[in-house]
DNA sequence: TTTTGTCTTTGCGCTGGCGCAAACAGGATG
DNA sequence: CATCCTGTTTGCGCCAGCGCAAAGACAAAA
């Protein structure tokens, strides 16, 4: 029972599947296949044929994407209640990012005609996918701007406390970055370098804004890191 | 008759309305109201309470994102068969860019409610909707990534030949980017400035690639300027 | 404990591209 | 035709950020 790892608290509180009635939940669980990742395996690979879309109940997925020269970029992170390649629920297309989990990850697979099936099945779901689609366009019609009229720094800091929005921990030093993320993680998700990202995160630490360890990153003073990102 | 610019010529080639019947366009149509945008004039603008989309019958329009900062970016361009701001369908938000005319443009309104009746009525419609923002989404994610990784001179061709893709007409002299666009507007478009656009131009003019007037740009020889925009 | 491997820091030199300033050019207007 | 307005070109100086190289620090393994 607990290797379901409770859908049912998860489901009602996910964007995807809010406005499903309770007692339908358990059907919609039975559509997709559950299964499990081990850090630093692939979910599906950028180029493969989208046939699967994934909801992510326990762990964290990363999201990158590769250039031919070979430096990628983190296009996102996704975390339980969320979900990813919606893609797939269109023939003939291929997956535009490779999923990696990055943490022991528990995941629920649809494929395309159950996804289909699903959405017949309840309308609104496929309204929820609209704008959870529309929401990660806006997200990135909003980096896009931002990697072209702010200076590295700023970059680096609005980035920070995004992902600490989305990601962070209370604890009694600040807020904790709940996983893994070094130095090259936060340069590839900022489009600069692990160098730059070192220096800029010393000068922070060194101001008290931050406590950093080995790919651990506290934000002791957010207030003060904010009001870096919005004036510069 | 010929104020309506024969959607029933653009609708089935649109990848909105693909898949309806013939018969049923007209009853489409009507769910919508028609007008007309001069050049300059915005159809919305960023941070508006979204409650229209706008299918484009004839024209072109213009989306931008500004940063408080004062500078923007170009986002993308909307050519006839195309739709912008699905976001209306979701209650609650608002535009996250600005949409202007640039050419002296029809356009199909549609609101909220009868968007929705549309895609209950066409459920069909909803799906080809979610392609459509998926597609922008990589799009999104494609550029986002090449300003990362690549320098100015390689991405500016890469835009280039993106607009001219989307918006090129063959003449005798090679393709025509088949609208004005400035020094300024390819440089909102690629993060750079107009300086380094029009110093760039000129040395592509002077390898024989582009042709260049006021406002004005002839892609002469395509082959090169992909060539280049691939190794760099 | 020592070893090994990975992650992080920091000095240093270099350069792509920015942005001012000023001249130039082409359309539109009267 | 001359004028005005807006877009374009180009010289020049400057600096943010890159990236090598080498040393330091932490975690896991042996």
């Not at 990742?37 to 879309?53: C, I, M, Q, T």
């Not at 528990?106 to 996918?129: C, G, K, S, W």
């Not at 929005?165 to 893994?180: P, V």
Request: glycine share 6%; charged share 30%.
């Amino acid at each position: 029972m607990n290797d379901h790892t409770g859908f049912l608290d998860i489901f009602p509180r996910s964007e995807l599947f809010a406005d499903i009635e309770e007692g339908k939940l358990p059907d919609v669980h039975s559509y997709g296949r559950q299964c499990a990742y081990e850090p630093g395996v692939a979910l599906f690979r950028e180029g493969d044929p989208a046939d699967k879309s994934f909801f992510v109940l326990k762990g964290r997925i990363k999201l990158t994407k590769l250039h031919p020269e070979g430096r990628e970029t983190i296009v996102r992170y996704i975390n339980p209640g969320e979900m990813t390649a919606a893609v797939s629920v269109f023939r003939e297309r291929n997956y535009p990012v490779t999923a990696e989990a990055i943490e022991t990850s528990e995941v629920i697979a649809f494929d395309r005609e159950t996804m289909l099936e699903v959405m017949r099945a309840y309308p609104q779901v496929a309204i929820n996918l609209l704008g959870i689609v529309v929401e990660r366009l806006e997200n990135v019609q909003s980096r896009y701007l931002e990697m072209q009229v702010e200076r590295v720094e700023q970059r680096i800091a609005r980035s920070l406390l995004r992902i600490m929005k989305q990601s962070g921990r209370k604890t009694d030093e600040g807020i904790l970055i709940d996983f893994r993320l070094s130095r090259k993680d936060l340069a590839d998700y900022t489009g600069t370098t692990l160098y730059t990202v070192s220096r800029i995160l010393s000068s922070w630490e060194q101001r008290g804004w931050i406590a950093t360890g080995r790919e651990r990153i506290i934000v002791s003073d957010p207030h003060s890191l904010v009001a870096f990102a919005e004036t510069g």
